[in-house]
């Protein structure tokens, strides 16, 4: 009887080289696919966040219609304020519904008046009587460069005065430096003469119309996590600030009644925002450029490619129309030519 014995298998193991091949194409797949993901992650996020910056200021227009319908009145305007980030100055994270509170007017009657003060030639400023300019300063209703309508006194024509930008109230004399240059007709009828110095007119009455505040019970929108608005590369209203700030603590974007924008954004015309990565934004990656000019991380002498996805919002503050397009290569033209041609976002 035959005996047939199996010689027992031999386990063969990997070679170290081939141990090597096989961890090398596991990281490059790694890799691959995180950069993917993170990719399509921040994509994501930035069209999440233009939807969420569109519907916010979409919905500033609607209550300010919304208001004119349902309160007693002159309609207040309603809008959206960009808040700078406070720990980077250059973008926005955050933004928060505000409105008008309206008017502060004057009653001679009640003893609430101001009067003109010639302090000496183009040099003028109102002395206040009854009046609260300071709580109001206070909270960022007023303040250097406000406009003080004051009337002539028949109470027929206004004269628009703008508070000295320098400087705001002084609490020893409670007057208010004016920016002021002798004009004929002069900026105010019952100015006293150049020659008159502290000379002062009779009780005059005014309004001004306040500074938006943030609406009640409202909390500000955060944009989603490393999403930004790149103000450095937006295209703002003249005062708002450009290039690296500083950037106003009042970028109100504001609508009116009839849906138009009104205020600094009215005169500007056209607002394009800038969307991005908010590393792209430290980094100042600019739009239409799939690269970061200087940047070279990784010593391979060649401009590192930028980090996420990036898109415009261009707002017809004519209109009061807002839409969300991509940005343009720089190559094929203007980075905003999507916006001003039409071109919407998916």
């Not at 969420?52 to 919905?59: A, D, I, P, R, T």
């Not at 009640?110 to 030639?121: A, D, P, S």
């Not at 406000?146 to 320098?166: A, E, F, Q």
């Not at 930004?228 to 600030?241: H, K």
Request: with cysteine; net charge negative.
């Amino acid at each position: 009887m035959r005996v047939f014995r199996r010689s027992a298998d031999k386990r063969r193991g990997f070679t170290l080289v081939e141990l090597l091949v096989a961890m090398s194409i596991f990281l490059v797949l790694s890799f691959i696919t995180i950069g993917a993901l993170r990719l399509g992650l921040t994509g994501e996020g930035v069209r999440t966040a233009a939807r969420l910056v569109q519907s916010k200021l979409e919905g500033a227009r609607d209550r300010a219609i919304y208001n004119s319908k349902e309160t007693e009145g002159k309609p207040r305007p309603v809008g959206v304020r960009l808040l700078v980030d406070p720990n980077e100055s250059t973008i926005c994270r955050s933004m928060v519904y505000i409105e008008s509170p309206g008017r502060d007017e004057s009653s001679v009657a009640q003893n609430k008046f101001v009067q003109l003060k010639r302090n000496g030639t183009d040099q003028v400023s109102l002395v206040l009587t009854g009046t609260d300019w300071a709580t109001l300063y206070d909270r960022g209703l007023i303040g250097p460069g406000t406009v003080v309508h004051v009337w002539d006194l028949s109470n027929i024509t206004t004269y628009p005065l703008t508070i000295d930008p320098d400087e705001f109230l002084n609490p020893l004399t409670n007057e208010v430096r004016l920016l002021w240059k002798d004009t004929t007709p002069p900026l105010h009828p019952n100015a006293p003469a150049p020659a008159s110095v502290g000379a002062v007119t009779l009780a005059l009455e005014y309004y001004i119309e306040l500074n938006p505040d943030v609406m009640a019970d409202e909390e500000a929108l955060e944009l989603p996590q490393g999403v930004c608005i790149d103000l450095s590369n937006s295209n703002l209203p003249a005062g708002w600030g450009s290039g690296t700030g500083p950037f106003s603590n009042r970028m109100d974007i504001m609508f009116s009644a009839q849906g138009p924008c009104v205020g600094d954004a009215a005169a500007a015309g056209i607002i394009q925002l800038y969307l991005c990565d908010f590393e792209d934004a430290l980094q100042n990656a600019q739009p239409g450029l799939s690269t970061i000019p200087g940047l070279d991380l990784d010593g391979d002498t060649v401009d590192d490619d930028r980090a996420g996805n990036e898109l415009g919002m261009t707002i017809f503050t004519k209109a009061g129309r807002t839409i969300v397009h991509p940005i343009q290569l720089q190559s094929a033209g203007d980075p905003w030519q999507f916006g001003l041609e039409g071109e919407v976002a998916r």
